[in-house]
């Protein structure tokens, strides 16, 4: 089964917890702090394979968690740090993060790798924090929390060739014709239901691979017929050829369906119009198709449109008719095409990088109906998770934190008053001016 999209949730490791420790041994004079520092926790990194071909794997396996770091240990020993998580997409995968729209990457090279949820630090133990005024801190700090997201994976096909059409116009017979593709070919509309990849090897030692788009109909890019779903496929494509049956048999306007799915294409996205197109006029082995033919070069000599009029090839896939020649011109037109940008890297590069969103306020600060103040925001959430509960010490680390961030002040504007409840999470506790 082919499987183009799909969604998933990943989720990065946690960072060990930093320890709290003190060498006490008899030889040891002056022992002080030893508590180490946890392990880095593992990443989670999307990796391509070129050996596969669709997100099939995806549709039974969609959540995937890298482990945590080690805690760290006395003496000052660290915390192992965890593996990473490396997942195996198909060339062609574009990353999006399903909550916000951002496109995170858009995979296409061989072995490329994409961070796609970083593992958390580990934290601190009580050696980093003795000082002067505190030389046997019973301080730790916990480990980072992974960061968690839900992921959209969009394959689009890796050709150099796309061959689109209203449907049983003859693409999936011109595949099977000149590659060693083997596409279901029927005498109804929509045979093709996914897109079928062929190699086509030329005598002068020039290749390149050609994809048989599933059929398009007018209003395809607002979803009609098999719609958009396979749109974006054509993104990769550098050169299109255009098939238009000729024979007229379906007593459709040969020209009126070339512009229509011109419109489709030039809806869903402006710039695919801008590639090399060629007109592949269709079972030239039918009665009527010469006569449609020269009808068909009028119009489009007629069509003020188009900026440039694109090259109509005749072809008979039964009898072998013109494919020679098509074949030899699409690879001539290849040499002089470069790679196109798709909307994934207009949008963002390759590579993206996790920041802080300065933006987003420090902290935020609600009260429920009980009457408990309720503070939330990343930063003030991740500082908690990072503080150890277990020592009073870390607590009073933490309240000059909140303190320095403002929550103390936020509080006395908004009116609390000496004894009201604050909730962080599931951890309360009072206010106290």
Excluded: C
């Amino acid at each position: 089964m082919f499987v183009d999209q799909v969604k998933i949730q990943v989720k990065a490791g946690k960072g060990g917890d930093g320890a709290v420790a003190f060498r006490r041994e008899k030889y040891v004079p002056n022992g002080g702090p030893a508590g180490g520092d946890g392990g880095k926790g593992g990443s989670v990194i999307l990796k391509v394979d070129e050996g596969l071909r669709t997100l099939m794997d995806f549709r039974y396996h969609r959540i995937f968690k890298a482990k945590p770091g080690q805690n760290g240990m006395i003496k000052g020993m660290y915390g192992r740090g965890a593996k990473d998580l490396y997942i195996a997409v198909p060339q062609g995968t574009t990353v999006t993060d399903a909550d916000t729209g951002e496109v995170l990457g858009d995979l296409v090279e061989n072995n490329a790798e994409l961070v796609v949820a970083k593992g958390g630090r580990g934290g601190r133990g009580n050696i980093h924090f003795a000082s002067a005024k505190n030389p046997a801190p019973e301080i730790a700090e916990n480990g980072e929390p992974g960061i968690e997201r839900n992921l959209k994976l969009e394959l689009k096909v890796l050709a150099d060739v796309g061959l689109v059409g209203f449907p049983s116009v003859g693409k999936s017979t011109l595949l099977s014709v000149v590659t060693s593709a083997k596409p279901k070919i029927a005498d109804y509309h929509f045979t093709t239901l996914v897109p079928n990849l062929g190699m086509v090897r030329l005598d002068d030692g020039q290749d390149f691979v050609m994809a048989d788009l599933p059929g398009l109909i007018e209003g395809a890019s607002q979803g009609v017929g098999l719609g958009i779903q396979f749109l974006r496929h054509v993104e990769r494509t550098r050169v299109i050829l255009h098939l238009v049956d000729m024979s007229g048999t379906e007593g459709r306007d040969p020209f009126e369906d070339y512009q229509k799915i011109n419109a489709e294409l030039k809806k869903y996205d402006p710039a695919l119009l801008k590639r090399p197109q060629i007109v592949v006029a269709s079972k030239m082995d039918m009665p009527a198709s010469a006569e449609n033919l020269a009808k068909f070069k009028e119009q489009l000599a007629q069509d003020d449109t188009l900026a440039t009029k694109p090259e109509v090839l005749a072809i008979s896939s039964l009898t072998h008719q013109g494919l020679d020649e098509l074949l030899h011109k699409t690879a001539k037109l290849l040499a002089e095409t470069p790679a196109f940008e798709t909307k994934a890297e207009k949008l963002q590069d390759k590579v993206y990088e996790f920041k802080e969103q300065a933006t987003q306020a420090p902290f935020t600060l609600t009260r429920d109906a009980d009457a408990t103040w309720v503070l939330g925001g990343a930063k003030l959430e991740k500082l908690f998770k990072m503080t150890n509960l277990d020592h009073e010490e870390s607590m009073m680390r933490f309240a000059r934190q909140l303190r320095g961030m403002g929550v103390d002040d936020a509080l006395r504007e908004r009116g609390a008053k000496n004894g009201d409840l604050v909730r962080i999470g599931n951890f309360t506790f009072e206010f106290v001016e």
